[in-house]
């Protein structure tokens, strides 16, 4: 399946849901992110403000200041961004595999963020319904280190 394709399956899968389900769902990933997140030394989550198709993230932004973590919101920008050290980032995406490989929404943002990033760990946040055998990659694609999606951590 080429990537548009799946992108479009992908998205068809998180819209016959149901919003309670999605809700449960969010609920329970932000649940695991936050208990990965425990493991770790960091001063800043690097985060996203989800689309009402993606995780939404607030959960774990508001464990983060109360855990004295700061939290750096990646503006919706095709500019270049300049982020801390020191870092985890939280990554969204249309689609994972259990090993990593990521498939964004089209423009590559991402890929050109964690290309000249130094940070800890990248975590992608999922629906289960976002999790596939494959996807097509190409050489400038990159894999995130860990995919968190309901009661289950891949690293």
């Not at 004295?68 to 020191?86: A, M, W």
């Amino acid at each position: 399946m080429d990537k548009k394709t799946l992108r479009n399956h992908v998205q068809k899968q998180i819209e016959s849901q149901s919003l309670q389900s999605r809700q449960t769902e969010n609920i329970a990933v932000c649940n695991e992110a936050i208990a990965l997140l425990e493991q770790y030394d960091f001063e800043t989550l690097v985060s996203y403000t989800a689309f009402p198709d993606e995780i939404d993230t607030s959960n774990i932004h508001t464990w983060c200041e109360d855990h004295q973590k700061k939290v750096f919101l990646i503006p919706q920008t095709t500019e270049e961004i300049q982020i801390p050290e020191k870092c985890i980032i939280l990554v969204p995406g249309r689609a994972f595999t259990v090993d990593g490989a990521r498939l964004g929404r089209w423009s590559g943002f991402y890929d050109r963020l964690l290309e000249k990033s130094e940070y800890i760990a990248t975590i992608g946040l999922a629906f289960k319904c976002q999790i596939v055998g494959t996807i097509p990659e190409e050489p400038w694609d990159k894999r995130v280190d860990m995919v968190v999606f309901e009661r289950n951590t891949i690293q």
